[in-house]
């Protein structure tokens, strides 16, 4: 019998040797644990992750929210983030637009086989010190390996939980007529930077993605209870996707000042050459904001305080009429309709 | 139909090929079209291409009409 | 800044005091877009209506010619190149949308060139890039023809579907049925072919034509300066967008144009056959006509029922006054082309018009 000897003996050795993702590496064997161990636990060390079937979580008294979302994205790093970075921040962020202060999370990882090792740590780094930044604790995970083509390098699905404070209901049907809508920075960043890395489109932007947890924000506006009625994160399908979603579930009308909405003249230059729209574009770290009239104001002096949030402006108002629509005031001062996305946002010559 | 911008000449490069700004964001684009087109000329662009050069001493801000127009204040 | 939107408002107060009953027509589907998103059309009076004509390539391109496009991602080892504009068109019975779905290779692009890019790192396909466009596009598809020929690609070939825009306005013209005052010319096709082809229309039918840029300002501008022919009788071809357009349009482009494709007849969604209007590629580049490298025969044009797309094309009627138009036709489920391409009259009209403005 030949003497098997392509089986590593030392960990350095399984170290150096596997430098990518094999299929074993989702076997739930020897090798998952190693890859467990050296990654997602070295990363993401915390006294909740004991590795039993299930995290077991102490909640305080309150109101618990829940959210999942799964992340996919070409590429996998770009200006101003990463995959793992996104997926902190899109449930962090989906968390905070309900009120609640994000406490755990779970991930999970559909890797495709042969993906590099070194990009994994890095994704699983990045998520780390996402996650430090918010204050919200990894607590389980899971990962699974799939064959060559059977998906696009990496996957993440991320659920977080988070408290909602008393006296807080962030909730469409709450906007009312006379509310006031802001949002909290510029709009699109995310989307172009996103776009100009694709390829077949050879251009250079300066764009970066705003990709960012807005916790410091969820603790500001926690202060001010009822008078805050919705908020909502502009991701796909951008601001207009937003404030439609919220026209109809509230049954109000809004009206928004095209000259009022925060657009990088970076953004708009690259937006009007691919024939794309900023307001349809995609945000990972912003957000937008209903708020009682009189405390709008307010609302925004405190946003222009928070780095993440100086940008924000006050874009504009609801109405009572035309109920479920969405209404954009022109530079010429006329009235438009700001629709919904309709299908891919692709570049366009015409 | 057809959408154009109007993008800044930064570098002529071998083959036609012109670097240019619109915004802040910069992209190749070929000059072929435009052969005379010199360096911190506005260009239109459509299609990866530079249609025409852009003369700056007709710009938007003109007003062409502005006399005649006041006789309808 | 604030000089300029004075201007402005000044240009639509003249614009807004006018008060013979006038009709024009904008031919270009950018203007279409424009118009719609700034509001102008709202702002206007009741007497001075805007109509919108076939100005956009992807809505003027017939159902036929999409099925060939789709016939041919089903060869294998194709891909298909094109700009993001195409698509979501529907065939009779597919979109490149579905294609893609269903496994066909097709990769928007944002240049022609680009496509080259794709010929050259992929020896072993047959890259087809999907010519669409009117004269301001036709130049830029022609030197990627000389460039690949030069390069020797022979994996390289272009599905030309390009039109020529002339012949559709004189067939619009020609049409007793249609009733314009004035025309607001497409400023970008005009950087190419310049002010003559109008000349010849605005002397022959005795109607004005203003080139027009695509800025608010220039678009009040164009009306204000058709308004102001109309009143003194003129008929006149003229050009607001000076700042881009040449009187003789740009001769390179022109020449480019000339030396790659020959003028055929076109079939037009709506308008039917119009002769000269389409762009074939000439004896020279033959091997790298897609439609012949690939033996796409010329396919069977299935009229959809009920839409009223030609009308709107020809300017006869409004979206609105479609019977489809916001019920059986919107820009999630389009039925006719008008409501599927995003400068298409129809979707404009269902995007930008408040409710009222719905019919």
Redesign the interface.
């Known amino acids: 019998m030949q003497p098997i000897t392509d089986i590593p003996r030392r960990k350095e050795e399984v170290k150096m040797k596997q430098e990518r993702i094999l299929m074993a590496h989702g076997s739930g064997g020897l090798m998952s644990q190693q890859l467990i161990d050296e990654i997602f636990k070295a990363a993401w060390n915390n006294e909740l992750m004991e590795m039993l079937d299930s995290a077991i979580l102490n909640l305080p008294a309150g109101r618990l929210a829940m959210s999942t979302d799964s992340f996919v994205i070409t590429p996998l790093f770009f200006p101003g983030g990463d995959i793992g970075k996104l997926s902190i921040c899109g449930t962090v962020n989906d968390l905070v637009a309900c009120g609640a202060k994000p406490l755990y999370m779970s991930t999970a990882f559909i890797i495709e086989e042969g993906f590099p090792l070194s990009d994994l740590r890095k994704i699983a780094e990045s998520m780390a010190v996402t996650a430090q930044e918010v204050g919200v604790k990894l607590v389980t995970g899971d990962t699974k390996v799939v064959e060559k083509g059977s998906a696009d390098g990496i996957f993440i699905n991320t659920t977080g939980i988070g408290i909602i404070p008393e006296g807080i209901n962030y909730r469409p049907q709450r906007v009312k007529p006379g509310d006031k809508i802001i949002v909290t920075g510029y709009m699109g960043d995310h989307g172009l930077a996103i776009m100009a890395q694709r390829?077949?489109?050879?251009?250079n932007t300066p764009a970066l993605s705003d990709c960012a947890p807005l916790y410091q924000l969820g603790q500001m506006t926690s202060q001010y209870g009822q008078a805050i009625k919705c908020m909502r994160d502009p991701t796909r399908g951008g601001l207009a996707t937003v404030l439609n979603e919220i026209a109809r579930q509230a049954g109000v009308g809004i009206r928004v000042k095209e000259s009022s909405i925060p657009v990088l003249e970076v953004i708009r230059g690259a937006c009007d050459m691919?024939?794309m729209d900023p307001l349809y574009m995609a945000n990972e770290g912003k957000m937008v904001i209903f708020t009682d009239a009189e405390k709008a104001d307010e609302i925004l002096a405190e946003l222009g305080k928070l780095s993440q949030t100086q940008n924000a402006a006050i874009i504009g108002e609801v109405y009572s009429d035309?109920a479920g629509?969405v209404?954009i005031e022109?530079?010429?001062?006329?009235?438009?309709?700001l629709?919904m996305l309709?299908?891919?946002h692709?570049?366009?010559?015409? | 139909?057809?959408?154009?911008v109007p993008a800044k000449v930064i570098e002529l490069m071998a083959n036609e090929v012109a670097r240019v700004d619109v915004n802040g964001n910069q992209t190749e684009?070929?000059v072929?079209?435009?052969?005379e087109v010199k360096i911190n000329e506005y260009v239109?662009v459509?299609?990866?291409?530079a249609?025409?050069i852009?003369?700056?001493s007709?710009?938007?801000?003109t007003?062409?009409?502005?006399e005649e127009?006041?006789q309808?204040? | 800044m604030s000089?300029?939107?004075d201007?402005?408002q000044?240009?639509?107060?003249?614009i807004q005091?006018e008060k013979a009953s006038v009709t024009l027509m904008e031919v270009?589907?950018?203007h279409t877009m424009a118009i719609?998103?700034?509001?102008?059309r709202?702002?206007l009076p009741p007497n001075i209506k805007l109509l919108s004509g076939p100005?956009?390539?992807?809505c003027v391109t017939s159902q036929g010619d999409i099925d060939a496009v789709i016939e041919l991602v089903r060869q294998k080892d194709i891909i298909l190149v094109t700009?993001?504009?195409m698509?979501?068109v529907p065939g009779t019975y597919s979109s490149l949308?579905e294609e893609r779905s269903q496994g066909a290779d097709i990769?928007?692009?944002?240049?022609?060139?680009?496509a080259l890019r794709?010929a050259r790192e992929n020896a072993d396909k047959e890259i087809v890039f999907l010519g669409i466009?009117?004269e301001?596009?036709a130049?830029?598809i022609a030197?990627t023809l000389e460039q690949a020929r030069s390069e020797g690609l022979g994996n390289f070939s272009v599905f030309s579907l390009h039109k020529v825009v002339p012949p559709a306005l004189e067939l619009i013209f020609s049409d007793p049925d249609i009733n314009v005052d004035g025309l607001i010319c497409?400023?970008?096709?005009s950087?190419?072919i310049g002010v003559e082809p109008y000349e010849i229309l605005a002397q022959k039918h005795r109607k004005p034509c203003v080139i027009t840029?695509?800025?608010?300002?220039?678009i009040l501008?164009g009306i204000?300066m058709l308004l102001k022919q109309i009143k003194q009788g003129d008929a006149q071809a003229e050009i607001q967008y000076?700042?881009?357009?040449?009187r003789e349009g740009?001769l390179?482009?022109r020449q480019?144009i000339e030396k790659v494709f020959k003028p055929v007849a076109a079939r037009w969604r709506g308008l039917g056959v119009i002769p000269d209007s389409g762009l074939a590629l000439r004896e020279e580049f033959e091997h790298m006509d897609a439609r012949l490298k690939f033996n796409i025969p010329e396919m069977e044009e299935i009229p959809i029922k009920g839409c009223a797309c030609g009308e709107v094309l020809t300017g006869k009627i409004s979206p609105p006054e479609c019977l489809l138009f916001g019920r059986a036709c919107t820009?999630?489920k389009p039925v006719g082309p008008c409501m599927v391409?995003?400068?298409g009259s129809c979707a404009a009209y269902?995007?930008?018009?408040?409710?009222k403005g719905r019919g």
Not at chain 1, 346 to 350: D, G, L, S, Y
Not at chain 3, 55 to 58: A, R, S
């Open positions: 390829e077949g489109l050879s251009f691919l024939g035309p629509m209404l022109t530079e010429l001062g006329a009235e438009r309709i629709g309709e299908g891919e692709v570049p366009r010559i015409c | 139909m057809c959408l154009g684009i070929s072929r079209l435009t052969p239109l459509h299609a990866g291409f249609m025409e852009i003369d700056e007709i710009a938007l801000e007003m062409k009409y502005l127009l006041l309808y204040e | 000089e300029i939107s201007y402005q000044q240009l639509l107060h003249a005091t270009c589907g950018t719609a998103k700034s509001g102008i709202e702002l100005g956009c390539p992807v700009f993001g504009d698509m979501r949308q990769r928007i692009a944002y240049s022609p060139l680009d794709v466009g009117f301001t596009t130049p830029a030197v497409p400023g970008h096709v950087v190419v840029g695509f800025e608010t300002l220039d501008e204000y000076r700042r881009v357009v040449k740009n390179v482009a480019s820009p999630l391409s995003h400068e269902y995007r930008y018009t408040p409710a």
